[in-house]
């Protein structure tokens, strides 16, 4: 049993936090049971260790089959530990580092994608969680982020997806100029989403066909320049008072758009 909140191995499972060792060690954190319960059910070969306080096991028995079933063995550590480890205030009493998983843009398209999201300096881990999380929800095939958008594996934005992050492929750095050459290569329009746009409810036969959807930063939205990249801008309408949407619902709408004109 760990239980010194100070000791080198629990620092080095908190440093995690931090973009520079994610980047060094190509690991990440895994934060509470639902995240550990999707990576076991999709990428059980990526967990590299799984850190839990007592009582976790009563309370998720299926974790423990689960973990069992992967040959995986969980260490005992104290409450304390468990909070020095997690970037969360109140941590769900588990915490697991898995290895990083990126793809490729070439592979994210390479299975004929009809349906991918673009980030563009989306810098808000949330957003981009909820992004990814609605991606899946939706059926898309991936999400590609670009320019200096938030890390993919930062924990608020692994959080953010609720174990959705295992489920779809993700590529991240790069220009938009490339992703866009690249998704175009695939036979995608690219759509970007702007309040400058259409009206998405207008576009029904254009989203059915395969999509690439742009969402800007969250603050400053996609600049000229970046809207001159794209086939068509479109926006969401508002027909109530609101000033304006969230990113990540605004998103969330524009893909179950496609999705539901791709289904029929």
Known sequence: MIDNPRSPRVRAVAKLAKRGAREETGLFLVEGPQALREALAFHPELIVDVFAARGV???????????????????????????????????????????QFPVTIKDLLGGGARLVAILQEVRDPGNAGTIIRAADAAGADGVILTGKSV????????????????????AQGGTLEHALQLVRGA???????????????TLREELARPTAWLFGNEAHGLTDEELALADRAVRVPIYGHAESMNLATAASVCLYQSAFAQRG
């Not at 890390?151 to 492929?169: C, E, Q």
């Not at 036979?187 to 409810?201: C, F, H, N, T, Y």
């Open 57 to 99: 096991f009563e309370r998720h028995p299926e974790l423990s089959r689960g973990l069992a079933a992967a040959g995986i063995e969980a260490e005992q550590v104290s409450d304390a530990v468990v909070e020095a480890m997690a970037d969360t205030v109140t941590p769900q009493g588990v915490v697991a580092v898995c290895r």
């Open 151 to 170: 890390d993919a594996y930062n924990p608020k934005v692994v959080r953010s997806t609720t174990g959705s992050i295992f489920h779809l492929p993700l």
């Open 187 to 201: 036979g995608m329009r690219v759509l970007a989403a702007d309040i400058s746009g259409e009206e998405l409810p």
